[in-house]
């Protein structure tokens, strides 16, 4: 079987990557493309129609006429952050496979909204990160299970770019989801509590520095609170270097400290390095390749669809609900200037 995919809204700019990926899988086809608001997007839909072959009467402006008219079997969303909810309200009653750019959502209420649009409907619904395609991730998550530093009793995770290109666009608009934060805390704070195998922090203190000059964060420090002790997750846009193009200094990437050991994926001379009781002189591990499914998220999901099997971790929508307790706690915490409990709700 041929699964329909449909691309709908450019707002992130990884959505052109999404669409090759359609292109070059097997099993799926690109029917058509919808950009409702193509003033505010980061991604091209002419690149799809130039560079893709797609032909220019498979563009779309209206999302509903788009998806009634081309009957998808997917819908890939990439809107901006603030949009989620509302995205997936309005395809979730078409009883489609979802996939949407990561973060879950911009507050815990929109997340909760997601997942009972979902829960109403045939609809499924996936998170997309593109890190979890990246099997340095998934090797750190084996070697965290298989024991070899002990229990975790801290996470610290450092993350950003150099800024969130184009200067003008929406990510640097606060009422549309921007700041350094909602881009790059939820990636902290949704792979920290995979590794940790779902445990949460009690409380979170949080700050923020936006420039006098811009209405977002540029800078913010996240202070989680654990019954084994503090994890800290830190993000910028302040980097010398997009980490794409160029590594940049300081690394990005996460240090896991166990009860007998400590794993870093921020050593420049090993994409992971391991240190022990046992072997304090620490070692590097290569990760291994990664299962099919895990190459992108188009794989992932015609796996999913084939197999009917649910999402996993980073990609279920209600373990990322979880974890984006992080978030909303966070930013609760850097409005009021307080340590805050572990939020539940908006």
């Not at 965290?144 to 150099?162: S, W």
């Not at 990437?253 to 794993?263: A, C, K, L, M, P």
Request: overall charge negative.
């Amino acid at each position: 079987m041929t699964w329909r995919v449909v691309g709908a809204n450019f707002d992130q700019m990884h959505m052109n990557t999404n669409l090759e990926w359609v292109v070059d899988h097997p099993k799926t086809e690109l029917v058509g493309v919808c950009d409702e608001t193509p003033a505010d997007s980061t991604g091209s839909v002419q690149r799809v129609v130039d560079e893709l072959g797609l032909p220019t009467d498979r563009v779309y402006d209206s999302l509903d006429q788009c998806l009634e008219e081309l009957q998808p079997d997917v819908v890939i969303g990439c809107p901006k952050n603030a949009d989620h909810a509302n995205f997936v309200e309005r395809v979730a009653p078409h009883n489609l496979t979802i996939a949407i750019e990561k973060p879950l959502a911009t507050t815990l209420a929109d997340a909760d909204r997601m997942l009972d649009a979902v829960s109403g409907s045939d609809s499924r619904l996936f998170i997309n990160w593109p890190v979890l395609w990246d099997p340095v991730k998934h090797a750190v998550k084996r070697l965290v299970e298989a024991g070899t530093v002990g229990d975790v009793q801290e996470v610290q995770y450092y993350g950003g770019n150099a800024g969130a290109p184009p200067d003008d666009s929406w990510f640097y608009d606060a009422d549309a989801g921007g700041g350094s934060l909602l881009d790059y805390l939820c990636y902290g704070a949704t792979f920290a509590t995979w590794f940790r195998d779902g445990d949460l922090p009690t409380a979170v203190t949080a700050e923020t520095y936006s420039p006098p000059d811009m209405e977002v964060d540029v800078q913010s420090a996240t202070v989680c609170r654990y019954e084994t002790g503090l994890s800290t997750f830190q993000t910028s846009w302040r980097m010398v270097t997009n980490p794409w193009e160029t590594p940049p200094q300081p690394a990005k990437g996460y240090e896991i400290v166990g009860t007998h050991g400590s794993i870093s994926t921020r050593e420049r001379s090993a994409s992971i390095r391991v240190q022990t009781n046992d072997r304090p002189e620490g070692y590097a591990v290569e990760p291994d390749s990664l299962a099919p499914r895990f190459e992108n998220v188009v794989a992932y999901l015609v796996d999913r669809l084939e197999t009917g099997a649910e999402p996993e971790g980073p990609a279920d929508p209600a373990f990322c609900r979880e974890a984006h307790r992080i978030v909303e706690t966070a930013r609760k915490s850097a409005r009021t200037g307080n340590p805050e409990p572990l939020a539940e709700t908006e």
